[in-house]
């Protein structure tokens, strides 16, 4: 889903097109005034030897440096076979993507942006580590997290291959079936919202 959100621009005086997706996401995520990111962008930008500017973007590591001050962390997007990873592949909460030259917030599943950018590809996120969690607990979890659709398709297809082979096969199920299936219809309710 995309949500329209400048970040709080226009509302901070600024005007005219620039490429200020940087300063628009992480002013979104971190919710943050739009024009205290811009400066703090800006400076950054300076001290890694460029202009002080972010009307034309901010480079990844200029950009990480940043986040990483405020307690985000750089992760790499989910593989799938067949497809590239997209906005929606992310972990709930509060994300920021790396897409084909562009930065985007991304706030339980939806794209908050000055523009419907939905069709990019996404190379990676920031997230927030959360305080008290090992980061590679919190990475962990990240991970399963995005391999959870694949999970759960896999699960929804063993559970149809035994039902059939039961049925196919007419016959009572054996004792280790009669108590993993209804175990398996649990996790796959529990996955989709149910208990």
Not at 1 to 14: I, L, P, S, Y
Not at 110 to 132: A, N, Q
Not at 156 to 178: K, L
């Given at each position: 889903?995309f949500?329209?959100?400048?970040?709080?621009?226009?509302?901070?005086?600024?005007?005219?097109?620039?490429?200020?997706?940087?300063?628009?996401?992480?002013?979104?995520?971190?919710?943050?005034?739009?024009?205290?990111?811009?400066?703090?962008?800006?400076?950054?930008?300076?001290?890694?030897?460029?202009?002080k500017?972010?009307?034309?973007?901010?480079?990844?590591?200029?950009?990480?440096?940043?986040?990483?001050?405020?307690g985000?962390?750089?992760?790499?997007?989910?593989?799938?076979?067949?497809?590239?990873?997209?906005?929606?592949?992310l972990?709930?909460?509060?994300?920021?993507?790396?897409?084909?030259?562009?930065?985007a917030?991304?706030?339980?599943?939806?794209?908050?942006?000055?523009?419907d950018?939905?069709?990019?590809?996404?190379?990676?996120?920031?997230?927030?580590?959360?305080?008290?969690?090992?980061?590679?607990?919190?990475?962990?979890?990240?991970?399963?997290?995005?391999?959870?659709?694949d999970?759960?398709?896999a699960?929804?297809e063993?559970?149809?291959?035994?039902?059939?082979?039961?049925?196919?096969?007419?016959?009572?199920?054996?004792?280790?079936?009669?108590?993993?299936?209804?175990?398996?219809?649990?996790?796959?309710?529990?996955?989709?919202?149910?208990?």
């Amino acid at each position: 889903m995309f949500v329209f959100n400048d970040g709080g621009r226009v509302a901070a005086g600024f005007k005219g097109k620039t490429g200020d997706c940087g300063v628009r996401a992480m002013a979104i995520a971190l919710a943050l005034p739009y024009a205290d990111v811009y400066r703090e962008l800006a400076q950054a930008n300076k001290d890694a030897g460029r202009k002080k500017s972010v009307r034309r973007g901010v480079m990844k590591e200029v950009y990480s440096t940043v986040l990483s001050k405020y307690g985000w962390e750089w992760r790499s997007a989910p593989k799938f076979d067949g497809r590239k990873a997209r906005y929606s592949d992310l972990p709930n909460g509060k994300c920021i993507a790396r897409m084909s030259g562009h930065y985007a917030a991304v706030i339980d599943g939806e794209l908050h942006d000055s523009w419907d950018s939905r069709h990019k590809m996404v190379y990676g996120y920031w997230i927030k580590t959360h305080e008290g969690i090992d980061p590679e607990e919190d990475r962990n979890h990240a991970r399963l997290m995005a391999a959870a659709p694949d999970l759960l398709a896999a699960l929804e297809e063993v559970v149809r291959d035994i039902e059939d082979y039961c049925e196919d096969h007419n016959s009572d199920r054996p004792t280790d079936v009669t108590v993993v299936l209804p175990r398996l219809k649990a996790a796959i309710a529990k996955a989709k919202g149910g208990e």
